[in-house]
């Protein structure tokens, strides 16, 4: 996809590189809140504006409205599709799954471009536990569904082995995706009723839709605003401002200083100097 093509600035990735680590110690600081008697959630609750707080779910439930009404003719399309599939989940031998290398059974053949690892496709799915039970799926409702909620986007990111177990697919099948746990969520996190639980899926891969998929990613940016400043009185957003002034701030001193020197020098002189001051710059 093109956004993969572009260079992140210096700004960008150190945006990018705190709210990674913010999400990385969410479950510590929930666990060390509890250990502490919740003194610490109380504090954060002060310090939360809660008509902020219902401007950010309103975002939040307005741009999911929009993604869910714009994937509406998606839902009428391929709800009959995949609950053919449900029969497809049943009980199966979790050690045996994770003593396996990944495995991929194509249960229609697509008549789409293959997938690859820069393929952009949208994708409804069912995963189920070893015991049958489903853990998480497209469908409104697993036992009686009447509709599909919005599709997956999977260039968010998933797991290595939906990620791996797609390949060579093509757009418009569906595939069943036996993932051993360490392709999976290995111990990092409970699911299945325990860690390194095996998982299995179905996958129906479907056509990418560039207006769809950029609503997904709006709701999903405003979900995560709201829950940060919900939990943890952060709104990512004016942080990201506030990195974005601050690194526009130095680009100016930088842009000065290049001035100042190319003033006592030729014109091809000051000109690479600019250009590598703005390589610099996009790294």
Avoid: H
């Avoid at 002060?46 to 869910?68: I, M, P």
Wanted: net charge negative; glycine share 8%; proline share 2%.
């Amino acid at each position: 996809m093109d956004e993969k093509l572009t260079k992140t600035s210096l700004k960008q990735r150190l945006f990018i590189g705190f709210i990674a680590f913010l999400m990385l110690g969410s479950f510590a600081a929930v666990y060390i809140g509890i250990a502490v008697g919740g003194d610490g959630n109380d504090q954060q609750k002060a310090d939360v504006d809660q008509n902020k707080v219902s401007e950010l779910l309103k975002d939040y439930s307005d741009k999911k409205a929009a993604a869910d009404e714009a994937a509406k003719p998606l839902s009428d399309k391929y709800l009959s599709e995949l609950s053919e599939y449900r029969s497809e989940v049943k009980g199966y031998n979790a050690a045996s799954v994770n003593d396996s290398d990944l495995t991929t059974t194509d249960l229609k053949k697509g008549d789409g471009s293959s997938i690859g690892d820069d393929t952009q496709y949208l994708a409804y799915y069912i995963g189920w536990c070893a015991d049958e039970s489903v853990f998480d799926s497209s469908f409104d409702d697993i036992e009686n569904p009447t509709a599909l909620k919005t599709p997956l986007d999977p260039s968010a990111g998933l797991i290595e082995g939906w990620t791996s177990g797609v390949k060579g697919m093509k757009i418009g099948g569906v595939r069943e995706l036996a993932i051993p746990s360490n392709l999976a969520y290995g111990d990092s996190q409970e699911i299945c009723g325990g860690k390194n639980s095996p998982l299995k899926f179905v996958v129906l891969a479907i056509p990418y839709d560039k207006k769809i998929a950029g609503l997904i990613s709006e709701a999903n940016s405003a979900y995560m605003r709201y829950m940060y400043y919900t939990s943890y009185g952060i709104d990512i957003n004016e942080m990201g401002q506030e990195a974005e002034s601050s690194d526009d701030s130095a680009s100016e001193d930088t842009s000065s200083d290049t001035s100042e020197d190319a003033s006592s020098e030729d014109t091809g002189t000051t000109q690479t100097k600019r250009k590598a001051s703005d390589v610099l710059m996009g790294l």
